[in-house]
């Protein structure tokens, strides 16, 4: 087996992996949002401190599956450079006590790995990963090949919303609430540029939109419930446009035969249906890791683990970086 551990932003995961069937044996993981609420954000050296507290507790609930281990996997980029340093921390004390090797996982690579969770792999596909930190399309032909097509050149998708959730004060995280509070608003009332409209670059961008909101926001004045409503709903509909925009322009220059939506920000419903009808007439077979596997989590590194345990991929204890931004995958 192989024991995971994740804490890239605000969730203090551990999970154990089965090498030989991908069963997922165990999996745990500890929420810091409503810590971090009363912020409208992550803040990182909190975080640090929660997950010193949560992960040993997690841990202690795995050591009878210890003998059995034979190897260690950690989160080592990208994400925040303290949180990072306490799962690697302790992946490299793991790693010494039990004598066994050290596997350095890639974060995104892990989303991208949460489609396969308790299954085989099934590639090439092209994936659209939206999250807090990034909004990217990749093409993904196999564990080691994967080529970034696009990507935002500010804030996220997941970001944006988290950000449009602050100026309303509707807490942290944003995702879920916006998505919400769109469900009673008008889409229709307010026309919000879409980003990049003009650009025939495939990029992303949403500090323009967000500035938008504030804008539209501050004349507005009092805000009644209604106008939160639709605020976030004529929002989340330029934000999803935006992406749909861009997919569009890729699909001029590719038509892949499978496309995977992947990442904290793709358990919103209404982008996996404008994701839908976009692919629909191509006939593209869309894919979606399970909901509770879309945001951060200790499965997706196991997962992916187990292909890099598989091709001797470890790394030395002194040997293993925390880098907080990658380019490349």
Known sequence: MILSIESSCDDSSI?????????????KKISQELEHNVYGGVVPELAARLHIEALPKILEECKKYFKDLKAIAVTNAP??????????????????????????????????????????????????LVSGGHTQIIEVQSLNDMKIIGSSSDDSFGESFDKVAKMLGLGYPGGPVVQEYSQKGDKERFDFP???????????????????????????????????????????????????MKLKKYFKQTIPTKMAIVGGASANLYLRDEINKLCKPYSIEILVADLKYCSDNAAMIGRIAVEQYKINDFVGIDEIDIIPRVKKL
């Not at 999970?15 to 999996?27: E, Q, R, V």
């Not at 003009?198 to 009644?224: C, H, W």
């Open 79 to 128: 994400g925040l450079s303290v949180t990072l340093m306490e799962g690697v921390t302790m992946a490299k004390a793991l790693s010494l006590s039990l004598n066994i090797p050290l596997i350095a996982v890639n974060h995104l690579k892990g989303h991208i790995y949460s489609l396969f969770i308790e299954k085989e792999e099934w590639l090439p596909v092209t994936v659209l």
């Open 15 to 27: 999970a154990i992996t089965d090498i030989k069937t991908n069963k997922l044996i165990y999996h």
């Open 194 to 244: 879409i980003p990049l409209r003009q650009s025939p670059k495939i990029e992303f961008s949403y500090s323009g939109l967000k500035n938008a909101v504030r804008v539209q926001i501050l004349e507005l004045g009092d805000l009644t419930i209604q106008d939160k409503y639709d605020i976030c709903a004529s929002f989340q509909k330029t934000a999803v446009a935006h992406l749909i």
